[in-house]
């Protein structure tokens, strides 16, 4: 998840900078990095179910999650993830390259996907493709969410590690909600772009920290900020900087005061 974000991310920036900068860039270098963004933005729903799946494994089928969850197998998931992320949408390559011509990939454009994937009918398959992830994604966490709510309450001892994973997925719930504004915010940046005529720079901008940024800022939340020994060492670290600057404020006088 965590490498699957910082690629997305490190490729969307880099795209938005070369964008900024000459405006307009290469078909074919445009086409790498369209298509990169795309395979990487699809893998975090995919990613989100396949984690609450794992989640749902370990609490409701404690005794077999050792047998089930294996590094073999996880690598083998995920593999599955990529492929099925990767195989609708490298289609939009092969059709393009089938109906321009050679020499289109030659030109520039501003690189958005509408400009180098025209055909109106590969925005159709992108559509349903994602309502297809996103729809079985949903009902996952719904599921896996209300079978962990259930094993929860049926322990009679220890609760905390069902709390948890149940929080975890209420926090995924929160981040696929968040990753589905990608649904709304083509018409919303249209109708912006009516209302602010010359301000699409920045609607595109604002569009982009809201849509793709954000959703990535809750997964060190989950996995970060939730772990017990990571909150006592980031506590640790912020109360000896606390010291050290009041230290560092002590003047000579107050040490001879003293």
Known sequence: MVMNDAIQLTVTIMLFI??????????????FFILVAVFTT???PVNLAAMAIERYIAICEPLRYTQICTVR????????????CVAPDITDLFVT????SLSFFHESVFCLRQNVFKDPILAYKRQAFDIIYFSCVFLILVVTYLRILFAARALSTDKTSAQKARNTILLHG???AMCML?????SVEVVLHIIFPGRILEIRFANYL???ILPRFLSPIIYGVRDKKFREYLRMYFLSNRCRNKERKVTPEDKDHL
Do not use: D, H
């Not at 197998?73 to 099925?84: A, E, N, P």
């Open 210 to 212: 809201i849509v793709y």
């Open 42 to 44: 699809r893998n975090t």
């Open 73 to 84: 197998r996880t690598y083998i998931v995920i593999g599955m993830i990529w492929f099925i």
């Open 97 to 100: 390259l089938a109906t321009e």
């Open 18 to 31: 070369l964008s900024y900068i000459f405006y307009k860039i290469n078909v074919a270098f445009c086409c």
């Open 174 to 176: 929160a981040q696929l």
């Open 182 to 186: 990608s649904y709304v915010s083509p």
